[in-house]
Protein backbone atom coordinates (compact mmCIF):
# COMPACT_ATOMS: atom_id res chain seq x y z
CA UNK A 1 0.00 0.00 0.00
CA UNK A 2 2.88 2.20 0.49
CA UNK A 3 4.46 1.79 -2.69
CA UNK A 4 1.05 2.26 -4.41
CA UNK A 5 0.77 5.54 -2.03
CA UNK A 6 4.38 6.59 -2.92
CA UNK A 7 4.10 5.83 -6.62
CA UNK A 8 0.32 8.21 -6.33
CA UNK A 9 2.52 11.10 -5.23
CA UNK A 10 4.93 11.09 -7.17
CA UNK A 11 2.47 10.84 -10.27
CA UNK A 12 0.87 13.70 -8.71
CA UNK A 13 3.95 15.71 -8.23
CA UNK A 14 4.32 16.37 -12.29
CA UNK A 15 1.43 18.59 -12.33
CA UNK A 16 3.09 20.80 -9.67
CA UNK A 17 7.16 20.51 -10.57
CA UNK A 18 7.25 22.52 -13.38
CA UNK A 19 5.70 25.66 -11.42
CA UNK A 20 6.80 25.03 -7.40
CA UNK A 21 10.37 22.55 -8.74
CA UNK A 22 11.55 19.80 -6.45
CA UNK A 23 9.62 21.90 -3.41
CA UNK A 24 8.10 21.13 -0.15
CA UNK A 25 4.87 23.24 -1.55
CA UNK A 26 5.29 20.42 -4.17
CA UNK A 27 5.71 17.48 -1.62
CA UNK A 28 2.26 18.97 0.26
CA UNK A 29 0.22 19.58 -2.54
CA UNK A 30 0.86 15.84 -4.54
CA UNK A 31 0.20 14.26 -1.43
CA UNK A 32 -3.44 16.45 -0.95
CA UNK A 33 -3.86 15.58 -4.87
CA UNK A 34 -2.79 11.79 -4.42
CA UNK A 35 -5.52 11.49 -1.42
CA UNK A 36 -2.98 10.73 1.03
CA UNK A 37 -2.74 12.36 4.20
CA UNK A 38 0.61 14.89 4.35
CA UNK A 39 1.96 12.58 7.76
CA UNK A 40 1.69 9.22 5.66
CA UNK A 41 3.61 11.79 2.69
CA UNK A 42 6.46 12.60 5.13
CA UNK A 43 7.06 8.91 6.09
CA UNK A 44 6.87 7.98 2.85
CA UNK A 45 9.53 11.08 1.72
CA UNK A 46 11.31 11.07 5.40
CA UNK A 47 13.84 14.05 3.52
CA UNK A 48 10.91 15.85 2.20
CA UNK A 49 11.58 17.39 -1.60
CA UNK A 50 14.64 15.67 -1.51
CA UNK A 51 13.32 12.37 -1.86
CA UNK A 52 11.21 12.97 -3.97
CA UNK A 53 13.01 14.55 -6.41
CA UNK A 54 15.32 10.77 -6.07
CA UNK A 55 12.17 8.85 -6.39
CA UNK A 56 12.01 10.84 -9.80
CA UNK A 57 15.05 10.02 -10.78
CA UNK A 58 15.16 5.93 -9.40
CA UNK A 59 11.64 6.02 -11.29
CA UNK A 60 13.53 6.81 -14.85
CA UNK A 61 16.38 4.33 -13.65
CA UNK A 62 13.73 1.39 -13.24
CA UNK A 63 12.06 2.41 -16.37
CA UNK A 64 15.47 2.10 -18.52
CA UNK A 65 16.56 -1.25 -17.06
CA UNK A 66 12.99 -2.75 -17.77
CA UNK A 67 13.24 -1.47 -21.65
CA UNK A 68 16.95 -2.62 -21.84
CA UNK A 69 15.76 -6.16 -21.02
CA UNK A 70 13.11 -5.72 -23.47
CA UNK A 71 15.32 -4.42 -26.36
CA UNK A 72 16.73 -6.45 -28.80
CA UNK A 73 20.53 -5.42 -28.74
CA UNK A 74 22.86 -8.38 -29.51
CA UNK A 75 23.59 -6.87 -32.93
CA UNK A 76 24.70 -3.78 -31.85
CA UNK A 77 28.68 -3.33 -30.69
CA UNK A 78 28.96 -2.66 -27.65
CA UNK A 79 29.75 0.93 -27.18
CA UNK A 80 26.02 1.34 -29.34
CA UNK A 81 24.50 -0.26 -26.37
CA UNK A 82 26.19 1.86 -23.53
CA UNK A 83 24.49 4.73 -26.70
CA UNK A 84 20.83 2.92 -26.38
CA UNK A 85 20.88 2.84 -22.88
CA UNK A 86 21.15 6.40 -22.10
CA UNK A 87 19.12 7.34 -25.29
CA UNK A 88 16.17 5.16 -23.29
CA UNK A 89 17.25 6.35 -19.76
CA UNK A 90 16.50 9.85 -21.47
CA UNK A 91 13.74 8.94 -23.79
CA UNK A 92 12.09 7.43 -20.16
CA UNK A 93 11.38 11.28 -18.71
CA UNK A 94 8.02 12.01 -18.59
CA UNK A 95 8.84 15.46 -18.71
CA UNK A 96 11.66 17.35 -19.44
CA UNK A 97 11.14 20.35 -17.25
CA UNK A 98 11.21 18.09 -14.09
CA UNK A 99 14.72 17.08 -15.10
CA UNK A 100 15.74 20.84 -15.28
CA UNK A 101 14.01 21.44 -12.20
CA UNK A 102 16.14 18.83 -10.91
CA UNK A 103 19.18 20.00 -12.19
CA UNK A 104 18.99 23.02 -10.37
CA UNK A 105 18.22 21.42 -7.22
CA UNK A 106 21.11 18.96 -7.09
CA UNK A 107 23.36 21.84 -8.01
CA UNK A 108 22.31 23.15 -4.17
CA UNK A 109 25.25 22.22 -2.12
CA UNK A 110 23.81 20.56 0.53
CA UNK A 111 22.07 18.29 -2.31
CA UNK A 112 24.92 17.59 -4.58
CA UNK A 113 25.91 14.68 -2.94
CA UNK A 114 22.73 12.83 -3.21
CA UNK A 115 22.40 14.20 -7.10
CA UNK A 116 26.02 13.08 -8.06
CA UNK A 117 24.89 9.69 -6.16
CA UNK A 118 22.21 9.37 -8.32
CA UNK A 119 24.08 9.83 -11.29
CA UNK A 120 26.48 6.84 -10.51
CA UNK A 121 23.53 4.76 -9.68
CA UNK A 122 22.26 5.38 -13.43
CA UNK A 123 25.58 4.76 -14.67
CA UNK A 124 25.32 1.30 -12.39
CA UNK A 125 22.35 0.22 -13.81
CA UNK A 126 23.75 0.42 -16.84
CA UNK A 127 26.79 -1.21 -16.81
CA UNK A 128 25.02 -3.96 -14.46
CA UNK A 129 21.99 -4.58 -16.83
CA UNK A 130 24.57 -4.80 -20.26
CA UNK A 131 26.07 -7.80 -18.07
CA UNK A 132 29.60 -6.30 -16.68
CA UNK A 133 31.29 -8.57 -14.91
CA UNK A 134 34.45 -6.70 -14.04
CA UNK A 135 35.84 -7.01 -10.28
CA UNK A 136 38.76 -5.02 -10.28
CA UNK A 137 39.13 -1.15 -10.82
CA UNK A 138 37.59 -0.64 -14.06
CA UNK A 139 34.37 -1.18 -11.84
CA UNK A 140 34.63 2.25 -10.56
CA UNK A 141 36.49 3.45 -14.21
CA UNK A 142 33.38 2.52 -16.23
CA UNK A 143 31.05 4.42 -13.95
CA UNK A 144 32.58 7.04 -13.43
CA UNK A 145 33.32 7.59 -17.03
CA UNK A 146 30.11 7.09 -18.00
CA UNK A 147 28.53 9.31 -15.09
CA UNK A 148 30.41 12.36 -16.77
CA UNK A 149 29.46 11.02 -20.43
CA UNK A 150 25.26 10.64 -18.91
CA UNK A 151 25.51 13.93 -17.00
CA UNK A 152 27.13 15.92 -20.09
CA UNK A 153 24.47 14.44 -22.43
CA UNK A 154 21.60 15.43 -20.15
CA UNK A 155 22.45 19.49 -19.66
CA UNK A 156 23.06 18.98 -23.88
CA UNK A 157 19.31 17.58 -23.74
CA UNK A 158 18.25 20.15 -21.76
CA UNK A 159 19.06 23.01 -24.32
CA UNK A 160 18.45 20.86 -27.34
CA UNK A 161 15.03 21.75 -29.47
CA UNK A 162 16.28 19.57 -32.70
CA UNK A 163 13.56 17.34 -33.98
CA UNK A 164 13.37 14.26 -32.35
CA UNK A 165 16.31 15.35 -29.98
CA UNK A 166 18.64 13.95 -32.92
CA UNK A 167 21.20 16.65 -32.03
CA UNK A 168 21.54 15.22 -28.87
CA UNK A 169 21.97 11.55 -30.03
CA UNK A 170 25.07 13.39 -32.27
CA UNK A 171 26.69 14.48 -29.40
CA UNK A 172 26.24 11.08 -27.01
CA UNK A 173 28.06 9.36 -29.56
CA UNK A 174 30.48 11.93 -29.70
CA UNK A 175 31.28 11.63 -25.91
CA UNK A 176 31.54 7.59 -25.90
CA UNK A 177 33.36 8.23 -28.73
CA UNK A 178 36.42 9.78 -26.58
CA UNK A 179 35.69 7.49 -23.95
CA UNK A 180 37.07 4.83 -26.77
CA UNK A 181 39.80 6.74 -27.43
CA UNK A 182 40.80 6.66 -23.14
CA UNK A 183 40.21 2.77 -23.59
CA UNK A 184 42.56 2.22 -26.74
CA UNK A 185 45.65 4.28 -25.29
CA UNK A 186 45.28 2.27 -21.95
CA UNK A 187 45.46 -0.91 -24.27
CA UNK A 188 48.31 0.60 -26.24
CA UNK A 189 50.41 1.52 -23.00
CA UNK A 190 49.33 -2.63 -22.25
CA UNK A 191 51.14 -3.89 -25.36
CA UNK A 192 53.93 -1.83 -25.08
CA UNK A 193 56.67 -3.58 -23.03
CA UNK A 194 58.40 -0.38 -22.02
CA UNK A 195 55.14 1.34 -20.58
CA UNK A 196 53.67 -1.79 -18.68
CA UNK A 197 56.99 -2.53 -17.19
CA UNK A 198 56.75 1.96 -16.22
CA UNK A 199 53.26 1.21 -14.86
CA UNK A 200 53.65 -2.05 -13.33
CA UNK A 201 53.18 -0.48 -9.93
CA UNK A 202 50.29 1.45 -10.56
CA UNK A 203 48.97 -1.18 -12.26
CA UNK A 204 49.88 -3.83 -9.75
CA UNK A 205 48.25 -1.32 -6.93
CA UNK A 206 44.88 -0.89 -9.10
CA UNK A 207 44.30 -4.52 -9.52
CA UNK A 208 44.34 -5.24 -5.51
CA UNK A 209 41.10 -2.54 -6.11
CA UNK A 210 37.68 -4.51 -5.65
CA UNK A 211 33.67 -3.33 -5.80
CA UNK A 212 31.70 -3.17 -3.27
CA UNK A 213 30.14 -6.47 -2.51
CA UNK A 214 26.29 -6.22 -3.83
CA UNK A 215 25.22 -8.63 -0.66
CA UNK A 216 25.79 -7.84 2.90
CA UNK A 217 28.54 -10.29 4.62
CA UNK A 218 26.89 -12.32 6.85
CA UNK A 219 29.73 -13.50 8.80
CA UNK A 220 30.46 -10.44 10.41
CA UNK A 221 29.27 -8.84 14.11
CA UNK A 222 25.49 -7.42 13.52
CA UNK A 223 24.82 -9.85 10.76
CA UNK A 224 21.94 -12.14 11.16
CA UNK A 225 23.13 -15.76 10.12
CA UNK A 226 22.34 -19.48 10.24
CA UNK A 227 24.38 -21.26 13.26
CA UNK A 228 26.18 -23.76 12.88
Not at 96 to 108: P, Q, Y
Not at 161 to 181: C, E, G, K, P, Y
Not at 184 to 199: D, E, H, I, S
Amino acid sequence: MSEDAKGRILDAAMMHVPFDGWSETTLVAAARDADVSEAEARALFPRGALDLALAFHRAGDAAMVERLKREPLDHLKFREKIAAAVRFRLEAVPDKEAVRRGTTFFSLPHHAADGARAIWETADHIWTALGDTSDDINWYTKRATLSAVYASTVLYWLGDDSVDHMATWAFLDRRIADVMQIEKAKAAVNRNPLLRTMFAGPNWLASKVRPPSRMPRMDLPGSWGRGR
